[in-house]
């Protein structure tokens, strides 16, 4: 777990792949099954977060950029009800760069950086959205604990789905 922590304070993919060169992590093609299982099996969206979801699907246009495999993601938001409120799901698939599909996002919709927030449980992924000029969101319910996103200088770091919406207003104005 600790590897896998650490893979994600940079860009997971490039991380990932320097750490199986080295020989120094091996990543069992059964942990990919078991997270891909459990993710159709034992999680879901909390009803807060889902109730954040279509809060925001109201007043904004949303989109997942992961490292994970597009094809889990959507099949997880399918099952959680929640796939229409996603106007795109970037995974690895279209690129290993999160600053690549974030910049493909703005492109694609026109947008300014400052017209744009991202939501993330990773260091790493602040680091790419300040990459492109882009203001973060940490949250503690993920991956990295609120020390570590905050070595990112993400405009907030939040503890609670439902201060989302009035956070992302914030970094709005």
Known sequence: WENFEEMNHGNFIESQSTLLKSGKYVFPESSTLRYNDALHTEFSIQDLVHSTILELANKYKL???SSGSSSTIEKFLVKEHVREYFSDILG??????????LKSLIEKYGLLSNDVVFVTDTLGDI???????????????????????????????????????????DVLK
């Open 63 to 65: 989109a997942i950029c």
């Open 127 to 169: 680091s790419e959205a300040n990459h492109v000029g882009i203001k973060s969101i940490g949250v503690t319910w993920g991956m990295h604990k609120k020390e570590t996103l905050e070595r990112g200088n993400p405009f907030i770091v939040i503890d609670n789905p439902s201060d989302l919406v009035i956070k992302i207003e």
């Open 92 to 101: 690895f698939e279209s690129h290993t760069s999160k600053s690549v599909k």
